[in-house]
């Protein structure tokens, strides 16, 4: 019986464990906001592997707001891949050059099939306003060939909930109980410390 329900245990942590495995990677995305606006994602070129046809960016992200966004949970999300006229699909299929692509290294993907990468947290918990990130690195393979082509990406994260101000948190708490307030009076009187006609003054508003 024993070895019966061990061998349930071991085969249900296996399941969660697999089903873990196997959650989609955008599920991570799903409590994020688009910070359109809020925060710029500036991309620089880095180097170029001419036989490979491999290029790899520097991403970076700044908080253009007043707001202070979370950190760990900032994403840059490729968004879409341009020519050197400024399309971003291919004259005669109507293919997005997107798909086109080889992208290297990818963190996961958006609900709406796009490629992100986590953007590293720097020393603090928050990206505050007016700073930039570290750098992220993205490696994108073009296996057209083409010769000239531009990444865009948007940035998605959460925004920091401002902290309660004191006076606030103390207006929003809780008196204690006429309930819980009679136990422990009940409770000094039998221990001594207080006499019932205290207690009675004690319990009068």
Do not use: Y
């Given at each position: 019986m024993a070895k019966t329900r061990s061998r349930h245990i071991v085969v249900g942590s296996a399941c969660l464990l697999l089903a873990q495995a196997f959650?989609?990677?955008?599920?991570?995305?799903?409590?994020?906001?688009?910070?359109?606006?809020?925060?710029?994602?500036?991309?620089?070129l880095r180097s170029r592997d001419n036989f490979s046809s491999e290029y790899r960016y520097d991403?970076?992200?700044?908080?253009?707001?007043?707001?202070?966004?979370?950190?760990?949970?900032?994403?840059?999300?490729?968004?879409?891949?341009?020519?050197?006229?400024?399309?971003?699909?291919?004259?005669l299929t109507g293919e997005s050059l997107l798909n086109r692509m080889e992208i290297i290294g990818q963190d996961g993907t958006t609900e709406d099939g796009r490629p992100f990468f986590r953007v590293p947290q720097g020393s603090g918990p928050d990206l505050t306003p007016n700073s930039e990130s570290l750098p992220v690195t993205v490696r994108i393979r073009n296996r057209d060939y083409v010769a000239v082509f531009t990444p865009s990406f948007r940035v998605m994260g959460q925004k920091r909930d401002p902290p309660k101000s004191k006076n606030a948190a103390s207006t929003a708490a809780t008196p204690p109980s006429k309930a819980s307030t009679d136990?422990?009076?009940?409770?000094?009187?039998?221990?001594?410390?207080?006499?019932?006609?205290?207690a009675q003054a004690l319990s009068q508003p």
């Open positions: 959650t989609p990677l955008f599920a991570a995305t799903a409590d994020l906001i688009d910070l359109n606006g809020k925060a710029t994602a500036f991309v620089t991403v970076t992200v700044r908080n253009n707001s007043a707001d202070l966004f979370v950190a760990d949970s900032l994403i840059v999300v490729l968004d879409r891949i341009t020519n050197i006229g400024g399309q971003d699909r291919e004259n136990k422990l009076i009940q409770l000094l009187i039998k221990k001594g410390l207080i006499t019932p006609q205290e």
